[in-house]
């Protein structure tokens, strides 16, 4: 079984939806991120967060450390949203090292 | 403008060759990192360094090796002994400690 799980792998949705991508992992974190990879290979960090909650624009991201779960919401969803969606986790067993786990991703398709 | 460059872009090499994919971070970051990316799988880490004159292998070592001789280069040999090395190469940067990962904008290199 994968430390970061998600789902789901491919979403497709119409243009204005309420998306929401979810995120499980299994190992106690330091950190959780959501990161947003673009057709053309480039990664962009979207959220950072250890509780709580985030808000970005249209992009929401809460994290519940008790049931170790975090979503990504994107309000009134755009075509330009398409990406692959990515969670990463700072396990908290690698100390100092910034090593991230990540998932494998959701594909995002919003139609116009 | 600040930060992270990777080059070439697109890579072709032949069975038996070792190449050098180049790295550079004008962010002033001390950690970097070495991801390799394959279809429908996570990113897993190749190498990271935390310092100059410093790095340390990550979960798919073999194959591959690294120098940081200087704070701002990081770059990534594959060598000949790595057995399936076409994929989707990714360097990131960031401070030592909780922080947000910066990513280049990928290597892909295809092996002919």
């Known amino acids: 079984k994968n430390e970061v799980e998600q789902s789901p792998q491919n979403l497709t949705a119409q243009e204005g939806e309420f998306i929401t991508i979810n995120c499980s992992y299994s190992v106690g974190i330091s950190a959780l991120h959501w990161l947003q990879q673009h057709p053309g290979g480039g990664i962009v960090s979207l959220f950072m967060l250890s509780s709580g909650k985030k808000k970005h624009g249209r992009l929401i991201a809460t994290i519940n450390i008790q049931e170790k779960h975090s979503s990504l919401h994107i309000t009134a969803s755009h075509p330009r949203d398409s990406a692959v969606y990515i969670c990463a986790v700072t396990s908290k067993t690698t100390g100092s090292a910034r090593q991230l786990t990540f998932g494998s991703g959701t594909q995002l398709t919003v139609l116009p | 403008d600040g930060g992270i460059t990777q080059s070439p872009k697109y890579l072709f090499r032949k069975e038996g060759q070792n190449v050098t994919l180049s790295c550079e971070q004008n962010?002033?970051?001390?950690?970097m990192y070495w991801y390799r990316q394959d279809p429908g799988q996570g990113l897993r880490l190749i190498y990271y360094s935390q310092i100059v004159n410093d790095f340390q292998k990550g979960d798919i070592a073999e194959g591959y090796s690294v120098s940081r001789e200087k704070k701002e280069s990081f770059p990534l040999t594959v060598t000949s002994a790595q057995k399936n090395p076409t994929a989707f190469y990714l360097c990131a940067s960031s401070m030592v400690g909780p922080d947000t990962q910066y990513f280049g904008p990928g290597t892909r290199l295809t092996v002919l």
């Open positions: 962010l002033n970051h001390d950690a």
